[in-house]
């Protein structure tokens, strides 16, 4: 059982991280950072915003328009951070 929570903890912190990935490589490609004809880098991108967009459209759709600031990550880490301390607050009676 414990093994499953802590599958369940590494997944969604893997995916924190590609959350601020995404955020970061999006910032990079609205300033002209980086090469957006580069091969790599558009398949980069792709994939970042094929894995983080299922989750963040749904948040956009109820979000208010706030100017061209994208708050749903923010949004999206916070249910991610209350999910593990959920996780964890609830598994640790069980083991201690």
Known sequence: MLALFQTIDLAL?????VLIGSAIFSWLYAFNVINSSN???N???TFLHNVTEPV????RRV???L??????????LLIIFFLR?????SIYPLFA
Do not use: E
């Open 67 to 76: 100017g061209g600031i994208d708050i749903s990550p923010i949004i999206v």
């Open 13 to 17: 912190n893997l995916y924190t991280w």
């Open 85 to 89: 301390s959920l996780l964890w607050t």
């Open 43 to 45: 398949a980069i991108g």
């Open 63 to 65: 979000m208010p328009n």
């Open 39 to 41: 091969q790599f880098v």
């Open 56 to 59: 963040l459209r749904p948040i």
